[in-house]
């Protein structure tokens, strides 16, 4: 596509950029409404999820279900989209599955039926790879990482706008207005996915070998494992049992929902700054900037006695996951062929996703046994010692030239 754009006449280059622009236009409304569909509940998940059981291990096990799904299915759907040469068919069956899913935590009754519809918008955040790789394309290779930042920074708005109104939702309606509200995003983001227009691309059948080498490759391996540990530390803070801890200091709904969007809007603000500044410092720098930050936040949650210490908590967590998540993401892929991106984002997000599972269910069965703020201090020392190990291990940051391994 590139190469017919440089060769065109003026007019028809034109009207191809013309054509990109309204893509890229689109895909940020899908991305989001998609991102709001999954968060505009989520501030008060946990303390829903407790109002159905007295088991914080059971509470850690419903929140954990969104990240063990995307886990086992984002690799597949990236392989799948690959091998079919479409992004679009798994996008609109995401965003089924995330209205589907809302509507069932709606009517649950007890943590099990909360359970089921975790797991199924875990399922429905699968959509992540293709909704990556479909924007990264409208992009040339060497952007990826600004690519990245790009959608990262709308998700992360998207969940800002939903979040903030999680608590005068609940007020409203009680906690079931949110999740049809969530349904109702997503039938949306539904419509306007239908007037998008998708490129087929050649159908690539991987093979066994061509898979493992790739997923193997530390460039690709590596950042995927660094984002899993910020993952973790993000899961079982900010959305695991940083608000049920805020409950018990005697926050209200509207308190807790403002503590996710405060968290979010610093999300927002490390996302620019990661995009501003990558190209001056380096992946690397930033990636070491990042879990410092993320490890203070967990921190001053796991020793502050005081609201404010909790909001402040928020703020750094946000800004350091902010900064780790488009930089991790862009490096995954920036050297990967376009025939093979689908598949390592796949990879990327899988890996990750397994940090969103362990981050709950693991703070869970600790903080059951030894209390939350405990449970903190732990996750505190294996962000920081794990990040900053992992990162002196990258290859190279964004920018740099080095070769596929």
Not at 254 to 276: D, E, M, P, Q
Not at 299 to 314: E, L, N
């Amino acid at each position: 596509m590139r190469k017919s754009v440089a060769a065109a006449t003026p007019p028809a280059a034109e009207a191809v950029e013309a054509s990109r622009r309204a893509s890229i236009t689109l895909y940020v409304i899908i991305t989001f409404l998609f991102w709001a569909s999954l968060y505009v509940y989520v501030p008060t998940l946990a303390t829903y999820a407790q109002s159905k059981t007295a088991s914080l291990a059971l509470v850690g096990v419903a929140l954990s279900m969104y990240g063990l799904w995307q886990a086992i299915l984002r690799l597949p759907v990236g392989i799948a989209s690959d091998w079919i040469g479409r992004r679009k068919p798994f996008i609109l069956g995401g965003l089924v599955l995330a209205g589907v899913g809302a509507v069932l935590m709606a009517f649950a009754g007890r943590i099990d039926g909360i359970i089921v519809g975790r797991a199924v918008t875990g399922l429905a955040a699968a959509t992540w790879v293709p909704l990556v790789v479909i924007f990264s394309a409208l992009f040339p290779p060497h952007e990826a990482v600004r690519a990245s930042a790009i959608l990262t920074l709308v998700s992360s708005l998207g969940r800002v706008a939903a979040t903030a109104i999680t608590g005068s939702l609940n007020g409203v309606g009680g906690y079931g207005l949110a999740f049809f509200l969530a349904a109702a995003l997503a039938g949306l983001a539904i419509i306007v996915t239908l007037l998008t227009r998708e490129q087929r691309l050649p159908r690539k059948r991987q093979s066994a070998a061509g898979i493992r080498r790739l997923i193997t490759r530390r460039d690709v391996l590596l950042p995927a494992v660094l984002a899993a540990i910020s993952q973790y530390a993000s899961y079982a803070t900010t959305y695991g049992f940083l608000t049920i801890l805020a409950k018990q200091m005697g926050a209200t709904d509207g308190a807790l929902s403002a503590l996710v969007t405060l968290n979010l809007v610093f999300y927002s603000c490390g996302n620019l700054l990661a995009t501003a500044i990558v190209s001056r410092i380096g992946a690397r720098a930033l990636v070491y900037l990042s879990f410092v930050t993320l490890t203070a936040g967990v921190v001053v949650a796991a020793i502050g006695q005081a609201m404010s210490a909790i909001f402040a908590s928020q703020v750094l967590l946000g800004v350091g996951l902010g900064i780790a998540y488009p930089v991790l993401m862009g490096m995954s892929i920036e050297y990967v062929s376009d025939a093979e991106r689908a598949t390592a984002m796949g990879l990327h997000q899988s890996v990750y996703a397994i940090g969103m599972f362990a981050g709950p269910w693991l703070s869970g069965i600790l903080a059951a046994s030894m209390g939350i703020r405990p449970m903190f201090g732990v996750t505190a020392f294996a962000c920081l010692a794990l990040g900053l190990a992992g990162a002196h291990w990258l290859v190279a940051g964004p920018g740099k030239t080095r070769k596929e391994s």
